[in-house]
């Protein structure tokens, strides 16, 4: 088991920034591919950001892209997401998400942490 936790939601005014961590623990955390997903109020759960295992390779849905940061902390088995030029439509339950593969982590997580409100007022 992975166990993840998140923190660093909160609110915040349009066009600021955020960054969310998500501490890993339980299993080694270089093993494992991370990632970020949201769900808004009346909305399924959609894919943000993810990281490879070692670092080398990210993936951004194209809503986020050029505004938000995935990176990964070895030293403290800890993935962050630093979110810039909020949006309105940012607003959203984030959750962290990890899996054997950057392609298992972006569809099918094998483990989720418990989330973190973000709402970004207008």
């Known amino acids: 088991q992975v166990q993840l936790v998140e923190s660093g939601g909160g609110l915040v005014q349009a066009g600021g920034s955020l960054r969310l961590s998500c501490a890993a623990s339980?299993?080694?955390?270089?093993?494992?591919?991370m990632g970020w997903f949201r769900e808004a109020p009346g909305k399924e759960r959609d894919f943000v950001a993810a990281?490879?295992?070692?670092?080398?390779?990210?993936e951004y849905a194209d809503s986020v892209k050029g505004r938000f940061t995935i990176s990964r902390g070895y030293t403290k088995n800890t993935v962050y997401l630093q979110m810039n030029s909020l949006k309105s439509e940012d607003t959203a339950v984030y959750y962290c998400?990890?899996?054997?593969?950057?392609?298992?982590?972006?569809?099918?997580?094998?483990?989720w942490g418990q989330g973190t409100q973000v709402t970004v007022s207008s």
């Open positions: 998400a990890a899996g054997t593969t950057i392609a298992v982590v972006t569809t099918a997580p094998n483990f």
């Open positions: 339980g299993r080694t955390f270089s093993n494992y591919a």
């Open positions: 990281i490879s295992r070692i670092g080398g390779s990210t």
